[in-house]
């Protein structure tokens, strides 16, 4: 018999508190900052709690203020944060970013290297939890912060294939948290071979595959076990390769002014994730995929253009 699920997905990853400046500029110009939520996989998670999903998250952060300041965030947004432990003896991470006006790449610095979240490790993995989900999100980044938590991220993979349940994985590349590019490739491209649904940009697909088509890109996975490989194209919108529904493209949704493209990706998974779960067709997972997407662009902070489920019916998606 199928075991209870008490979520619909489960997420493991580090969260940071995220600085942003207050004026554009260099970082060492900023004067203040505003205070904000950061994290590839606790941005999906916020996203996929706004649209009504069951979340739960599972890291690691220290007492310091910066962790309950994250915690008391991720809380409030609805998620399950019960497999979130909180360490006295770890410092929890932190990034300052640059605040942009014209849509080009803000300035990052972070500050996480031996954050309590790279301490994770497998036997973070509690896999009683993990399968009382019916899905598990993954992305590249958890996966890059360090060697055990590399490994960690594998065994959740492996343990909700065991245990048949839907995994999606955001290749999300971090290029300078890996030892070397070869690394990384070999690592990510292992990783989305465990996946039912692989979510790369078309960038990154270029960096990890070899091609520059996302057509080719989408092959790449597909030949590797992917169910449905979604390839990001900005404001082209992207391209789906899938099983149920074959091959297509959904067009990007036109945006008035792009302020920060920091965290669409991760909304662009939210929208998919949800739907799919949802049992919406691919063309119509996808599509909602690029209107948060979309949203996401349009504000300074990681989450601010998540939408709520009122939002996302409003707009009929």
Not at 31 to 53: C, W
Not at 76 to 91: K, L
Not at 119 to 128: I, K, N, R, T
Request: some cysteine.
């Amino acid at each position: 018999m199928t075991e209870p699920t008490a979520f619909d997905v489960a997420l493991f990853g580090e969260a940071m508190l995220l600085l942003v400046a207050d004026r554009p500029g260099p970082l060492e110009d900023a004067q203040s900052f505003h205070k904000r939520t950061a994290g590839a996989e606790t941005n999906v998670a916020i996203g996929l709690s706004r649209l009504g999903l069951k979340v739960g998250w599972a890291s690691r952060l220290g007492t310091d203020s910066m962790g309950r300041a994250l915690l008391a965030a991720m809380r409030a947004e609805g998620i399950d944060c019960s497999h979130v432990i909180t360490d006295a003896t770890q410092r929890t991470g932190f990034q300052f970013k640059g605040r942009v006006t014209d849509g080009s790449d803000p300035p990052i610095e972070y500050h996480r290297k031996g954050s309590a979240a790279s301490h994770m490790g497998p036997a973070d993995v509690d896999e009683a939890w993990l399968r009382s989900a019916r899905h598990l999100h993954a992305t590249g980044v958890f996966a890059a912060i360090s060697d055990t938590s590399l490994q960690a991220a594998l065994k959740s993979m492996d343990v909700m294939r065991a245990a048949g349940r839907t995994i999606s994985f955001d290749t999300n590349l971090r290029p300078t948290l890996w030892s070397s590019t070869d690394t990384m490739r070999h690592w990510v491209n292992e990783l989305a071979s465990r996946a039912d649904w692989v979510l790369p940009g078309i960038e990154e697909g270029l960096l990890l595959t070899g091609h520059d088509k996302p057509e080719d890109v989408a092959r790449f996975y597909r030949e590797r076990g992917a169910k449905l490989v979604v390839v990001k194209l900005g404001a082209a919108g992207a391209y789906y390769d899938s099983d149920v529904a074959g091959t297509g493209r959904v067009d990007g949704f036109p945006v008035k002014e792009v302020i920060d493209t920091v965290g669409a990706g991760d909304g662009f998974a939210a929208g998919v994730v949800s739907a799919l779960l949802e049992g919406r067709s691919v063309p119509d997972a996808v599509r909602r995929g690029a209107w948060i997407g979309a949203r996401a662009v349009q504000v300074l902070g990681d989450t601010e253009g998540l939408p709520t489920r009122a939002q996302l019916e409003e707009a009929g998606l």
